[in-house]
Each structure stands twice: as C-alpha cells, then as structure tokens.
C-alpha cells in the first residue's frame, strides 16, 4: 500500500524564480493538503485540494497556487520565490468524504532559495 | 497567532520510563485533535487522534487524554524506547468543515539509554 509520495525530495532555486512541487496521495485517498514547515517549526496549512477544487486556503499569497488533477495527484506551484520561502514543503492526503480521517503526510521537499 | 502551542521545547527521559508531552489550545472551538511524530529527515506520522466528545484514548504504547475544562492535550507514551525519540506535534482542527489543522512548535523527545 504506497503512502503519500512528493517530488524532488530536495530543490535549489534562485530569487525571483518559480517552482513546481509533486504529490501523490496514499491510496484511496482523494484530498490533497499542503504545508510549509520552517526549519524548529510546526507546519503551516497553505491550501487543500479535494475534486480537483481548492477547498480551504490558509494565510499565504496568491504566489502559491496549486492544481489536483483527476488521478488525485497534487502540484504545488510557487511564483517569485523569495529567501523567506525556503522550507520543506509536505503535502498529506486524506479522505474528503470521512471528515475525521487523520492527515497522512510525505516525506516532504526541502526546498532551498538563494 | 497559533492555537495550538506545547509547554516544553524538549524533553528527556530514561528508556523504560514513562514520557508525557503537553499541548495546550485556545479555540474552544476545536473539535478533533492529532499527535503526529516527526523524525529527522521524515513527514509527520500520525500517532494517535482523539475528538472533543471524548477524555480519553489509548493505542499501542500511547495514551492522549484531552481536558476541554482547561483546554489541555496530553500524550503518554508508556516504557519509552529509543525509537521514541523524535519531535511530537500536536495538531487541532477549528471546528467542522474547517479542515486546516493547526500544529504546535513540537516537542523533542529524546531517549537516554
């Protein structure tokens, strides 16, 4: 049974550049969630994908924006990047339908900005 | 600012020894809450969930006891072994159809042997 999946595992991108972040939902799951972790932080709720729509959106700018496709499978896609962006990103997957199903989380992308 | 906000950054017990690590919460209006464990290099793994209609939950090794009087989260993790070792969140939802979970700092766990 293969878990949350996310790709690359890590990303070096310049300021001013845009990024392209991947996830593939544990099987059977069909909502996709994404959050930014700084480093000795907890992770934060950026937005949450379920129907191909984003569902909820936390308190990031519209330079985060994100796509599901029909498979389930997530991007997550960052414009203009700035230093402040540089964290591991982690993408969870759960069940849209059972409203307590627990998020279960990848492996993340540690993305670096410079 | 957060919700959810744990009491102690770290925290170091002998292997074999019971851990407890605390949560506090301010949303009275928060109705499900997650323990999550996180290694080095790794997503968070989900631990043990417990909602508001409930005190008390146990899993294997693990008890979180959750006090909605002083809105309070506890994790017990019984004869603690070195594997434990790890940072713990702890995670709150703001009520139905929200479905931003809210995390904490974390706690570090460490296990001496």
């Known amino acids: 049974d293969a878990g949350v999946t996310q790709s690359p595992t890590h990303l070096i991108k310049t300021r001013g550049q845009q990024v392209t972040l991947r996830c593939s939902p544990k099987?059977?799951?069909?909502?996709v969630s994404w959050y930014q972790q700084a480093l000795g932080q907890g992770p934060q709720f950026i937005f949450q994908y379920y129907e191909e729509e984003e569902r909820q959106r936390g308190n990031f700018p519209d330079r985060f924006s994100g796509h599901q496709f029909p498979n389930y499978s997530s991007e997550l896609n960052v414009n203009a990047l700035l230093l402040g962006d540089s964290a591991l990103y982690l993408c969870?997957?759960?069940?849209?339908?059972?409203?307590?199903?627990?998020?279960?989380f990848g492996n993340g992308t540690r993305l670096t900005v410079t | 600012g957060e919700s959810v906000g744990l009491h102690l950054p770290t925290l170091s017990v002998q292997e074999g020894d019971n851990s407890i690590i605390n949560c506090a919460y301010s949303n009275s209006a928060s109705d499900y809450f997650i323990w999550y464990k996180q290694e080095s290099g790794k997503g968070p793994q989900f631990i043990i969930d417990?909602?508001?209609?409930?005190d008390k939950r146990q899993g294997q090794r693990v008890t979180v006891l959750l006090n909605k009087t002083v809105k309070h989260l506890s994790l017990q993790i019984a004869a603690t072994q070195s594997g434990d070792s790890a940072v713990y969140f702890c995670a709150d939802r703001m009520g139905y159809n929200n479905n931003d979970m809210r995390f904490g700092a974390g706690t570090r766990l460490t296990v001496k042997p």
């Open positions: 099987s059977g799951h069909d909502t």
């Open positions: 969870a997957s759960s069940l849209g339908t059972d409203y307590n199903s627990p998020l279960h």
């Open positions: 417990i909602r508001s209609n409930m």
